[in-house]
């Protein structure tokens, strides 16, 4: 992958504006944890571990825990079990069912959301431009969501949205106050808040709307990858992609009609759409975020493990997995590496989640003024006290790689630590 100009993080350039983007730096602030009021609790994100590594067990997903598949439709659903061939596990047809049930009443409620907002709906409008949060699964990219959308003068599609997108302007007043209950307290594959409520990523939404999505995957993993794709668009014929392109905007719009401010967008599927998604939303500005790629191969490992045990219409055997999240990658960076060259510098940013963890403030000031965005200093009680309180008991899990990761990190994921600042 080709050396790229970035942004480098710097707390100490007077008021943390970036400087022209240079080759062969990264978005850091400082190596050493401090800086900022609020460094000592966020340090301890980094540094706190629970006893499991990357095969530990996974929190507990109820039974009656809605999955992923309970917002389609049925032309999706059918789309869907059909690219699995039917190849249901015997112990998950009660998710089968409820999702053939679901999607009929999904069917019924969309048509009363179009019939009661269909004004609404018609004169809908994005108030100001998104914010794109990108970069690879595990990379810190949901850490970024959540001190984001502190500020209040910018939202997010929720989790409801996300998963209900046919009707949730007529359904998620209810699920928020009477079934909250339906969702664990916590994701199954680590220790972030799960809820309704909470900011969520839009790749959901467009799946269950019925566009290509690598994440049909997640339903059958033992059949295969599927919709790869729509990573990178490669091979996507123009048909398609505006189809797609459309689908996300339409989402968006009616996201916008409910949170009434700029929307802050966050899925790493993003990353290698990062042109498209320029030239679709010409304003838009993006964050890439990276990460030490020893912590990134396993832990989005865990996470596809963690994903198929909660969501999968089948047993999962969890085969070739290595094969799947590397193919990931290399499609993923190929593009971006390629396309990013051609966004300008006060739209693109690359962050190191290391130096998010350990001077949030700092670094987010610097993302303000780099992208040119709001006022930061508006955000900074808001975005400080989360830090302080929800976000201080977090913590990460531990990994342990074998000789044999060690040697395939080095192999497929040098260029990325090179152009990142990693050391492999």
């Not at 240079?22 to 050493?32: E, F, S, V």
């Not at 850490?143 to 910018?154: A, Q």
């Not at 990658?329 to 963890?357: C, G, P, T, W």
Request: aromatic fraction near 12%; charged fraction near 25%.
């Amino acid at each position: 992958m080709p050396a790229r100009e970035s942004t480098s993080l710097n707390p100490e350039k007077g008021d943390g504006r970036s400087t022209a983007m240079r080759p062969k730096t990264t978005a850091k602030i400082n190596d050493q944890p401090g800086g900022s009021p609020v460094a000592t609790p966020t340090a301890e994100h980094q540094n706190r571990s629970n006893k499991g590594d990357s095969n530990s067990g996974f929190h507990a997903y109820p039974f009656y825990a809605p999955r992923f598949w309970h917002g389609m439709r049925p032309l999706a659903w059918l789309r869907l079990i059909r690219h699995g061939r039917y190849h249901f596990s015997p112990s998950r047809f009660p998710h089968a069912i409820g999702v053939s049930f679901a999607v009929v009443f999904n069917t019924i409620l969309a048509g009363i959301q179009y019939a009661a907002f269909y004004r609404r709906l018609s004169s809908a409008e994005l108030h100001g431009p998104p914010v794109f949060i990108i970069g690879h699964w595990r990379s810190g990219t949901t850490l970024l969501h959540e001190l984001m959308v502190r500020d209040e003068r910018y939202s997010s599609p929720s989790t409801y949205q996300c998963f209900a997108p046919h009707h949730f302007l007529l359904t998620e007043w209810f699920f928020r106050r009477f079934l909250a209950w339906l969702l664990p307290g916590k994701r199954p594959m680590d220790n972030m808040q799960a809820g309704w409520e909470r900011p969520q990523e839009d790749e959901f939404a467009i799946m269950n709307l019925g566009q290509p999505s690598p994440y049909r995957r997640i339903a059958f993993p033992n059949e295969g990858p599927v919709d790869m794709d729509f990573l990178d668009f490669e091979g996507v014929d123009e048909k398609r992609l505006r189809s797609w392109l459309s689908t996300l905007r339409r989402f968006l719009l009616t996201v916008s009609t409910v949170t009434q401010r700029p929307l802050v967008i966050k899925s790493p599927t993003h990353t290698g759409r990062i042109k498209k998604l320029a030239d679709e939303f010409p304003e838009a500005r993006f964050i890439h975020m990276t990460r030490d790629p020893k912590a990134l191969f396993p832990s989005t490992r865990r996470l596809w493990r963690g994903l198929c045990e909660a969501q999968a219409l089948q047993v999962p055997t969890h085969a070739d997995e290595n094969e799947y999240v590397n193919e990931c990658f290399q499609r993923m960076y190929n593009a971006f590496e390629k396309d990013s060259q051609q966004i300008d510098e006060h739209r693109l940013i690359h962050v190191r989640y290391e130096d998010l963890a350990a001077n949030p403030l700092d670094t987010m000031q610097t993302i303000y003024s780099t992208l040119r965005l709001s006022d930061f200093e508006s955000a900074r009680a808001s975005i400080e006290e989360w830090a302080r309180t929800e976000h201080k008991s977090y913590q990460t899990n531990q990994h342990s790689l074998s000789d044999q990761d060690e040697a395939l990190i080095k192999d497929v994921w040098g260029q990325y630590a090179q152009r990142y600042g990693y050391e492999i």
